[in-house]
């Protein structure tokens, strides 16, 4: 298996954009976590998945974050519009039982 | 809720010893868990621990538990350059799933 993949791996946009990041998890995995990295914080759950059905999504910031999984092989984290606070790393984790999460290698995200 | 705290910086010459110190909350956590990140990567499970263990050992890697004091540690022996990374401390949600991560600790091994 590849592994969980995240794309863009390098996102640059201007204050005000929308900014979509995207995952696929590993076949067979039925938890997605979404996470954020920043110096200051560390690593914030913002929202995770289970068979596709979001359980808990108290770590997302405002509402400008919108996450979405359509299916199991895909999910969705949007932010709109977007601001330079939102600068980060954003890593996509899955999961089969909870007990281990393999994470993507990340989308680092600039807003100017 | 759920805190971890970690020191956030160990310098260590290699060959020697190092020795990453966790401090949680949540006393029922059932796992606890070591992360490993390198540079431009995400986390990879380094090890983890059983709540009702006191150590376990892994080649180089040595995870002590004091439940008592909610206090984890991992140690690495013979510390090799390509150790260094962040190390990450992490413990379950309340709700016995997501994981809660420490602010990691950026380890340094000087040559």
């Known amino acids: 298996d590849a592994g969980v993949i995240q794309s863009p791996r390098h996102e640059v946009t201007e204050m005000g954009q929308e900014v979509t990041l995207r995952c696929k998890p590993i076949?067979?995995?039925?938890?997605l976590f979404w996470y954020r990295q920043t110096m200051m914080r560390g690593l914030e759950l913002l929202i995770y998945?289970?068979?596709?059905?979001?359980?808990?999504d108290s770590g997302m910031p405002e509402d400008r974050f919108s996450a979405k999984m359509p299916n199991a092989s895909f999910s969705t984290l949007k932010i709109q519009p977007s601001e330079p606070r939102d600068s980060a790393v954003y890593f996509c984790?899955?999961?089969?039982?909870?007990?281990?999460?393999?994470f993507g290698s990340g989308t680092q995200l600039s807003v100017l | 809720g759920e805190d971890v705290e970690q020191s956030l910086f160990l310098s260590v010459r290699e060959g020697d010893s190092s020795v990453i110190n966790c401090t949680y909350t949540?006393?029922?956590?059932?796992?606890l868990y070591w992360y490993k990140q390198e540079p431009g990567a995400g986390l990879q499970l380094l090890t983890y621990?059983?709540?009702?263990?006191d150590m376990k050992q892994d080649q180089r890697l040595t995870v002590l538990l004091n439940k008592k004091d909610k206090h984890l540690s991992l140690r690495i022996a013979d510390t090799q350059t390509g150790d260094s990374a962040i190390y990450f401390c992490?413990?379950?949600?309340?709700?016995?799933?997501?994981?809660?991560f420490g602010k990691g600790t950026t380890l340094s091994v000087s040559s």
């Open positions: 984790a899955s999961s089969s039982d909870t007990s281990k999460l393999f």
């Open positions: 076949s067979g995995h039925d938890y």
């Open positions: 998945f289970n068979n596709n059905v979001p359980i808990d």
């Open positions: 949540d006393s029922s956590s059932t796992y």
């Open positions: 621990i059983f709540s009702n263990m």
């Open positions: 992490a413990e379950r949600d309340q709700a016995g799933t997501a994981l809660i």
